[in-house]
């Protein structure tokens, strides 16, 4: 990539090889049309896809918020991800191509994919399995998580996987939130050298939420597992089945059916279920996959995500699936044993796209550029990134070490509630390091203050999206009154979408996240609240009072800060501040662990009793804690 040199907005130009590969060759002129015919755009793009019934309607909006897209549509995600691709060449292509951690590796063929799900989809049937059932699935990077959420989608259940990096609290709570009868778990997943022991956490969760009926363990490890009678099978043992029930037809499913359940830390205590629909998420995933990474069939493509997240049910599962891409999949940590573990594979497989988080990214920059320079990196074309915002100096390592210089990086702004891409470069865009560039076709998005004015330009403001898409979240599972006032209610009388996030936007158009505005802490790139790590502290007998925020940190992009009143006849001391941080982690997980924990005697409180994260974050980093006129005391 050339690069102009203009200290502050350095823009970074795509090569000429780059451009001709390019699915789409010019941004604005089509960006113009998606915004003058936005139903246009989606139905032509829905027209890509193979619909049992065409739609009657592209987009109904008779009941806003909850919009409905592709209504009278019949359509299944796993027709388009997998059964049409058997009519095709692609049936004899590789569909996944997995490594574990400790080194073993398999693959599937589209072919032998469908043959896998179409064997747990009857495994689930016979286990009762019903169409719009919840089914959670709490297990770690192996095939069969994929296997699982598509023999799910097949048969018209709703799959909610819960991240396995989770503990009990989390597990249980999302269990009994969707009432899932069935679980589908592992015994365990490797992770740095060492075993997780994801079947004990499960039946930890199980016994705080009682709806489980019926749960199905992968042996992963091979370690012993309390397996309870007429509960427990054996993942392996139900997969014996005879070679004529080997076919499963896959389900008919309306357009505005739902797919899955995907839980997400908000502003309060409990997580929220956001529900994505068989119709639309098809659509936007399918576009925004093959727009902003330029997917082709060829490809090999690497999201380096969970499953357990939005990204990897979008970007590791769906999105390329349906383009009929090559998905490759790690079990492990990125730097185990050594810190070239993925440049190694990237050689390896010879991927050609690799999609990750800043976190990992800076994660690696620490061991500096030898790792990578070992290894032949010249399959890679494009990188993407994505979860928080990327710092220039990861940015131009990423861009520079990783990438040779070639390869154009896609910062893609999004959410679970998006479902897919909002704000994101195409590859033939010019880049900035740090900037998610320009919003995706067919979405207006502002940066608006309270009052849903517009920002001056360079200023920060609320991010707002002005429009419906197809990958929108349909609601929150048993709670659309709360999807209405978190999501729509701010800017009501317009009828904008809040995203929670703060951003500003350039002389260039271009569009620079800054962070959340809510009390969501993003660690890692993964997301907590405030009140799901508070509520986990309170939950000890020792303490009283709890507060968490979000502290910058280099490399996680943020760490938790914790504040933490006792209870009467508990003193402080180093060994109960331990304590209490290995609490967090039994209850939510190891990603939520508090990175540091103070004790105090009194939190700042507005009037009302809320507690003034915004005081003790500014505290917290020294700064002044502006206008506290509110503060009780
Ligand atoms: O704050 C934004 C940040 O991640 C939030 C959404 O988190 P989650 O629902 O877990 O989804 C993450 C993966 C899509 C956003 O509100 N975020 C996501 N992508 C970016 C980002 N911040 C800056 N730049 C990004 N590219």
Known sequence: MKQEHNEEDQFYYPSKEIVRHANVKEYEALYRKSIEDREGFWAEEAKKLSWYKKWDKVLD???????????????????????????????????????????????????????????????????????????????????????????????????????????????AERIHDSQSRILITADGGYRRGKATHLKEIADEAMKRSATVEVCITVKRTGEA???????????????????????CTTEVMDAEDPLFILYTSGTTGKPKGLVHTHGGYSVYTAATMKYVFDIKPEDRWWCAADPGWVTG????????????????????????????RWWQMIEKYGINILYTSPTAIRGLMRFGPSWAHRHDLSSLRLLGSVGEPINPEAWKWYHE????????????????????????????????????????????????????????????????????WPGMARTILHDPKRYVEKYWEKYQDKGWYLAGDSARIDEDGYYWIIGRIDDVIKVSGYRLGSAEIESALVSHPAVAEAAAIGLPDDLRGNVIHTTVILREGFAASEKLAEELKNHVEHEIGPIARPAHLLFTDALPKTRSGKIMRRVIKARAQGLDAGDITTLEE
């Open 61 to 171: 909006d008779s009941e806003k918020p909850f919009y409905k897209w592709f209504t009278g549509g019949k359509i299944n995600i796993v027709h388009n991800a997998i059964d049409r691709h058997l009519k095709s060449a692609t049936r004899n292509k590789i569909a996944i191509i997995w490594e574990g951690e400790p080194g073993d590796h398999r693959t599937f063929s589209y072919f032998a994919l469908n043959r896998e799900v179409s064997k747990f989809a009857n495994v689930l049937k016979s286990m009762g399995a019903k169409k719009g059932e919840v089914i959670t699935i709490y297990m770690p990077q192996i095939p069969e998580i994929v296997i699982a959420m598509l023999a799910c989608a097949r048969i018209g259940a709703v799959h909610s996987v819960v991240y396995g990096g989770f503990s009990v609290e989390s597990l």
């Open 225 to 247: 597992c309390y397996m309870e009678n007429d509960r427990d099978f054996w993942y392996h043992d139900l997969m014996a089945i005879p070679l004529e029930c080997r076919d």
């Open 313 to 340: 049910h979008s970007y590791l599962v769906y999105g390329p699936l349906i383009n009929g891409a090559t998905i490759m999949m790690y079990e492990g940590a990125p730097n185990h044993p050594f810190p070239n």
């Open 401 to 468: 070490v990783i990438g040779r210089g070639k390869c154009p990086i896609m910062d893609t702004w999004w959410q679970t509630e998006t479902g897919g891409f909002m704000i994101s470069p195409l590859p033939v865009m010019p880049l900035k390091p740090g900037s998610c560039a320009k919003p995706f076709f067919g979405n207006e998005i502002g940066i608006v203050d309270d009052h849903g004015n517009d920002t001056k330009q360079g200023d920060e403001g609320n991010l707002v999206i002005k429009n419906p």
